[in-house]
């Protein structure tokens, strides 16, 4: 039988590059060698943003959207969101019961996010029971499909690690070996940073969208940061001291294009404006097929929600089933 995995992302809106090379592509080349499920985390997404919840539902669909326009084949994977798969929540319960408090606690990813609302002014910055049931909601999100991998981004390891141990300590009190200890699955790819070198994000205004048009996209790629000792073109440049824009060579470029922009760099014979707008164009030519099929799903929206429709009700009848062997093994009425 194909082994299976399970992976989600919050709905936070529009995706990035960062999204895009981190995670998605590498859903793209596994959803051929496993049964895949790939589900939009609207309610973690609710952990931080319950008091904002305008975008939520246009969130959800621009995730979607973009996992479909990248090549997520919604005849190969199960496309879904998670509060369309009402088990979840209950497997939810089942799981938290079972949860030291403390394993919660010391969640670093958890404690990074309590940081940063502590540093809202928020109404919000108190952290909720929702949020601090985080890890153990992921928990239910990956068991209930008993997936043996999850295909995340290296900072949702921990979170991963978590459920293992919840799967553990379910098997040894209801003494079974139901559930499986999913392992996560990294790729190799190198971290994209953002425009300004920092970690790529929506809230730090450095990304670039998988749906930003090649215009925007040619705006943004020239606020790049490159070799802060050149000011001028015949400057010799250090391409291994350009933060960003060389960087992003690497990432897109060619092995050819990376050898000629080093040397032209080095020798001077090559201005970083020049430099940033080939860059630039040489992105939009890779994104362009991708874009274009984003414009189509956008324009079909119908066709969007009945994958999404479909997919989650593929997901609850394989949820169901984990659920109805849960109910049994815990000895519910
Ligand atoms: N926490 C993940 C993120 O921030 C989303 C997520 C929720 C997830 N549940 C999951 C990822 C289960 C993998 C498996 O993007
Ligand atoms: Fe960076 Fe290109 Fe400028 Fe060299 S020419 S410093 S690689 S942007």
């Not at 952290?127 to 928990?139: D, R």
């Amino acid at each position: 039988m194909t082994e299976r995995i399970v992976s989600g992302m919050r709905s936070t809106g529009k995706l990035h590059f960062g999204h895009y090379l981190g995670v998605i592509q590498n859903w793209v080349k596994l959803q051929k060698e496993y049964e895949s499920f790939f589900f939009v985390a609207d309610w973690h997404a609710l952990t931080t943003k319950y008091d904002n919840t305008a975008n939520l539902r246009q969130d959800v669909f621009d995730v979607v959207v973009d996992w479909l326009a990248c090549g997520i084949d919604p005849e190969i994977s199960t496309i879904y969101v998670q509060s369309l798969v009402p088990e979840i929540a209950e497997l939810n319960i089942y799981l938290g019961m079972i949860t030291p408090q403390n394993w919660v606690e010391r969640d670093p990813t958890l404690k990074d996010m309590a940081k940063i609302l502590r540093t809202k002014e928020a109404a919000n910055s108190q952290i909720s029971y929702g949020l601090m049931g985080y890890p153990v909601l992921m928990s239910a999100d990956i068991m209930m499909f008993n997936a043996t991998a999850v295909p995340v981004g290296i900072d949702q390891v921990a979170h991963i690690e978590i459920t293992r141990d919840i799967a553990r300590r379910f098997n040894n009190i209801y003494k079974t070996d139901f559930f499986k200890e999913a392992k996560p699955l990294l790729n190799n790819c190198s971290l994209i940073c953002g425009l300004d070198g920092n970690k790529m994000g929506k809230s730090f205004g450095n990304d670039i969208k998988i749906s930003d048009n090649e215009e925007v996209t040619t705006k943004k790629i020239m606020t790049a940061i490159t070799d802060r000792t050149r000011l001028r073109k015949t400057d010799l440049g250090h391409p291994d001291q350009c933060e960003v824009a060389f960087k992003y060579w690497e990432i897109f470029g060619s092995v050819d294009d990376v050898a000629t922009v080093k040397s032209e760099c080095e020798q001077g014979l090559r201005g970083c404006a020049d430099c940033k707008r080939q860059l630039a164009a040489k992105i939009n030519e890779l994104f362009a097929p991708i874009r274009e099929k984003r414009r189509y799903y956008e324009n079909h929206p119908q066709e969007v929600e009945k994958i999404i429709k479909e997919g989650s009700a593929k997901a609850r009848i394989e949820a169901q089933k984990t659920l109805k062997e849960v109910r049994k093994l815990v000895g519910m009425y």
